[in-house]
């Protein structure tokens, strides 16, 4: 469970965090809210639309940490009262709320676009962006609160959002996969500019992972994670870029999109693509 092999520095010591996505042992939001964990975090509200895993992930996590709380809650990330349920819940059992992690998300087939239907295209824009912007909208306005018996003395906190290195530069086909990330990448720097002009002290950043070897990746994409650690890891990477993203060592980093992709969007590997 936890890597006993990271230093720990309490890097989230007391926040109260959402992850949505967070029910899949071999996925990002999962791998995330063990490092938010090993970093010192209160209480993690753990969301995803799938509950089939969550009592195994609880007696896990219960195992490893014993000062931690998680509580996990099913709920549709597009779904406006569900997120913003969870984020009254937060502040009403904990009095306050630091980090959203909205990390849920779908994929589709990699379809050429004269074999892709329109109604695809359209739900990959409807979870994607609708689950990201319910999450600046709803996280945005609940880490306003203070709550000085929880320890939250001024407005603020940290919403990431999950793009992809596919939203960020062309791909050979999946267009409607790749517009909806480009477009979270839009809206961490929209988001964190209407904060900014409200004065929220809310930081909207987003991450954009580049093939990881989770149960997204598909199936004809796996057998690259181990032979090409170059271009694919594995969601401890992508976590620990999140976790930067989430603790104070990147409050001066807002709007901004990290690519956490080993450089290829970078253009680190053309000359092997031109091979
Ligand atoms: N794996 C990759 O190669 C890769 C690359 C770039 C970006 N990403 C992004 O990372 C995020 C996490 O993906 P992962 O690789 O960990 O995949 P995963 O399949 O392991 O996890 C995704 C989780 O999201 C949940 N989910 C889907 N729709 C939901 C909804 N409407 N509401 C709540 N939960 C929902 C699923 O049940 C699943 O548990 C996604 O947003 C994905 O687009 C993944």
Redesign the pocket.
Known sequence: MADKTITRRGRLQGKVCIV??A??P????WSTIKRFADEGTRHIYA????PANFVALREAFEETYKDAKITFVQ????DESAIQGLCERALKETGRLDVFFA?????GPLTPYDQTPLPDVVELLR??VG?AFLAVKYASTAMTEVNEASGKVKSGGVVIL?G??SGLCGSKTGMGYSAS?AAIHNLAKTGAYENASRGTGVRVNAIA????G????PAHLQPYVSTRPDIFCG?AEIADAVLFLASDESIFVNGQTVAADNGVTGGLYLEKLLD
């Open positions: 949505t996505g029910g899949s071999r996925g990002i939001g969301a995803d639309i799938n709920a549709d990330a597009t990390n849920a998300g779908i994929f979870v994607n689950s999950t992809s290195n990330k992972p580049g093939p990881v989770t149960d997204f990746l969601p």
